[in-house]
């Protein structure tokens, strides 16, 4: 029952949008056992929420309008502080609530930016720049457009040096640019080109365990995939598994947008 009622959600809304402006229907799905707490930040355009609560099992549906640019991200093991703040071990917006309506601070989470109907075509990219939290999976409503999905077992693949405990569990991996803020690891100054920034640890170990998540500055272009812009796309943390983005059957790759040695999220902010 909980299954079907998002879908009959996406129906509805997408009945009563299609043909008055193009946007598309983003469902996000907690598949995790636990609660998370979505973040959804907007550069451009806005959506009706900037942070929700999602219980194991849940899933909600939200209308991203034509032109929308922005990320979503999840937080783990929130809670409410004796101070009545709410706080969360991974991906805290640091705004003492659910929602999170200020600027965003970059954490050691997974992130997946998107922007829709940007010129007539969506394109989305995962990304492990900055960090990894929660595996998830990006299933667009057409087939022909590439669905992919990264999950990683944070014990086997995050450096000890980067992982982040709660206790004794490894909540999050931070990523060597983030950890140190070295030139090296940034890929900024003397390091600025494929030749004299290499990958880490970190992104080697990554791009074996996601080879479709974008990593850093110097990656292989296959981590932003097109689709036309009435795709609708259905989020979910903690898949039981991902697609397999890996066979030699998949159509033509498109090219990933221009970014700088900054890394593809500081040139869309601006900012570090
Ligand atoms: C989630 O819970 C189920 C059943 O309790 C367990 O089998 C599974 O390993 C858990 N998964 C994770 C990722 O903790
Ligand atoms: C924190 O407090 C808010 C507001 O009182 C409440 O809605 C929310 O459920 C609490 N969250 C947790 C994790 O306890
Ligand atoms: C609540 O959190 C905000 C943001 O992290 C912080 O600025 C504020 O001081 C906190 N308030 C209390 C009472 O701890
Ligand atoms: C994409 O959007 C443009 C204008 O924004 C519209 O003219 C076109 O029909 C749309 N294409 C699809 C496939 O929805
Ligand atoms: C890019 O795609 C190719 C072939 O599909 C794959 O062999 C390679 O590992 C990928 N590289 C990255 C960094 O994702
Ligand atoms: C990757 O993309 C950049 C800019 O988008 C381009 O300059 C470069 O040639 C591309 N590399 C490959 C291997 O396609």
């Known amino acids: 029952m909980t299954e079907r009622l998002p879908l009959i959600l996406l129906l509805a809304l997408h009945l009563f949008v299609s043909g008055v402006f193009s946007t598309s229907i983003l ?3 907690n598949k995790c056992n636990k609660t998370i707490w979505p973040v959804v930040f907007s550069w451009r355009s806005k959506v009706s929420t900037s942070g929700f609560t999602l219980k194991s099992g849940e899933a909600r549906a939200i209308q991203a309008p034509s032109s929308w640019y922005g990320l979503i991200s999840a ?3 929130c809670s409410n502080d004796s101070t009545g703040n ?6 805290d917006c640091e705004s003492g609530g ?26 989305y990219t995962i990304s492990v720049e900055y960090g990894y939290n929660l595996p998830l999976k990006v299933v ?12 990683v077992d944070l014990s086997k693949t995050c450096p000890n040096d980067l992982k982040k405990f709660v206790g004794r569990d490894i909540v999050a991996c931070n990523s060597a640019c983030r950890e140190d803020n070295s030139q090296e690891n940034c890929c900024t ?10 990958p ?7 791009d074996r365990a996601c080879p479709f998540a974008y990593s850093y500055a110097f990656n292989d272009n296959n981590s932003t995939f097109t689709c036309t812009n009435s795709t609708d796309y ?3 943390f903690c898949p039981s598994s991902i697609p397999d983005t890996t066979r030699s059957s998949m159509a033509p790759l498109p090219a990933e947008p221009k970014h700088n040695s900054q890394g593809m999220l500081n040139t869309i902010l601006g900012t570090t």
């Open 27 to 29: 469902t996000i799905e």
């Open 75 to 77: 937080r783990t093991l």
């Open 86 to 91: 709410f706080t969360c071990a991974t991906g």
């Open 98 to 123: 659910i929602e999170c309506p200020g600027a965003y601070n970059w954490s050691p989470v997974t992130y997946l930016l998107f922007r829709i109907d940007d010129g007539g075509i969506n394109s």
């Open 140 to 151: 667009p409503s057409i087939p022909t457009c590439i669905s992919s999905g990264c999950m």
């Open 189 to 198: 100054r003397y390091f600025n080109s494929k030749q004299t920034c290499k």
């Open 200 to 206: 880490t640890q970190y992104v080697e170990n990554f």
């Open 234 to 236: 259905v989020i979910t």
